[in-house]
């Protein structure tokens, strides 16, 4: 299935996590530089905010550039789409009929199809072709009658049209 990158769920699912990474690193961050800093400076600082402070900074900085690494790779899928050309789909063949137009003036002719000739080969064994019609017009004796009523009509070699 060809989707564009921005309609990809997957594509702004990373940028939306990632931004979310970015805001709560930074959060985190902030949040505890800032306690670490006023209370140092008061005097009145406690081994849990100084220490434990530093750890959560630590884990706001991995949150942080997760997020970053995050939004440089969707920068990046969006490059490589760019990049990369799309097939082009081929378009979709219509099979149109040509209209047909009936004028009543206008008859058919039927044109006479030709049989092909046959090869050498195959003509040694074709059957020979017979005549429709004897050759003289002369009526046949009667040894060569073959029907009952004595017409020439009902003969074998007649032709009735």
Known sequence: MNKTLTRSAGFWLLIVVSLA????GGWMIAGQVG??????????????????????????????????????????LVAARTLVATPVAAAPIVEQEAPIIQDETAETVSVPREEPALPAAAAEFAEP???????????QADEDQ????????????SSVR
Do not use: R
Request: glycine share 14%; proline share 3%; net charge negative.
């Open 21 to 24: 990474a970015v805001g709560v």
């Open 35 to 76: 306690t670490m800093t006023t209370t140092l400076m008061d005097g009145t600082a406690t081994g849990v905010e100084v220490y434990v402070g530093q750890s959560l900074v630590v884990v706001g900085a991995v949150v942080l550039g997760a997020g970053l690494v995050g939004l440089l790779l969707s920068l990046v």
């Open 129 to 139: 072709q017979v005549d429709a019609e004897p050759a003289s017009a002369e009526p």
């Open 146 to 157: 073959k029907g009952s009523s004595g017409s020439i009509a009902t003969a074998t070699n």
